[in-house]
């Protein structure tokens, strides 16, 4: 039974899913066989499914694996306190171990990502027009001390990772062997 798990929950359009594909290289990561974003702890509909549903998107090898990976940019969107609350609750009641990956990006650089990239599908089009300024969303999700102080709060500051978007660009290995001491 998995009960390790490393979450990436840096914000999207910074390296989350890059970052994901790297880590699943490892024979000893074992990642979410449902899908690389579960967003289990962040979409109530999941959520009420229970932690079992959420242990078995996991093909969990104990003799092979030492970790189970997910990346659900939504833990650190907009209610990332209830998030890092219901993290919290599984840990203590489900016995489970939880390390985070945050990884962050110039937040400019990050909201015309994360711009361009809504531009392109139907959620974007709910988005206000650039002339009439940025909206408030694509500022909130790069408020990163905001967010990540939620899970601060909750955790030993040795199980958060924080990372950098131009490092893992630029210079992966090195990122990667960050991760390998955490």
């Not at 914000?11 to 490892?26: D, I, N, P």
């Not at 024979?27 to 079992?52: H, T």
């Not at 549903?53 to 969107?77: M, P, Q, V």
């Not at 909201?111 to 599908?121: A, D, K, P």
Request: hydrophobic share 35%; proline share 3%.
């Amino acid at each position: 039974m998995i009960n390790d798990f490393a979450l990436i929950i840096g914000a999207m359009k910074c390296g989350t899913t890059s970052l994901f594909k790297y880590l699943v290289e490892h024979p000893q990561i074992c990642p979410c066989e449902y899908k690389k974003e579960p967003d289990f702890f962040g979409k109530n509909s999941n959520y009420q499914k229970g932690f079992q549903w959420y242990r078995d998107l996991w093909d969990y090898d104990s003799k092979i694996h030492k970790i189970g990976l997910e990346a659900s940019t939504s833990y650190t969107k907009l209610r990332t306190a209830e998030v890092a609350d219901r993290i919290f609750e599984a840990q203590s009641k489900f016995d489970a171990n939880f390390h985070f990956i945050y990884i962050m990006r110039d937040p400019i650089e990050r909201i015309e990502s994360h711009y361009t990239h809504g531009l392109s599908t139907k959620w974007g089009q709910k988005m206000m027009k650039l002339d009439k300024g940025i909206d408030h969303r694509l500022i909130e999700i790069s408020r990163y001390a905001k967010q990540i102080d939620e899970y601060y709060k909750r955790f030993l500051k040795n199980n958060i990772l924080l990372l950098n978007f131009e490092d893992l660009k630029n210079d992966p290995s090195s990122v990667l062997k960050k991760y390998a001491v955490f």
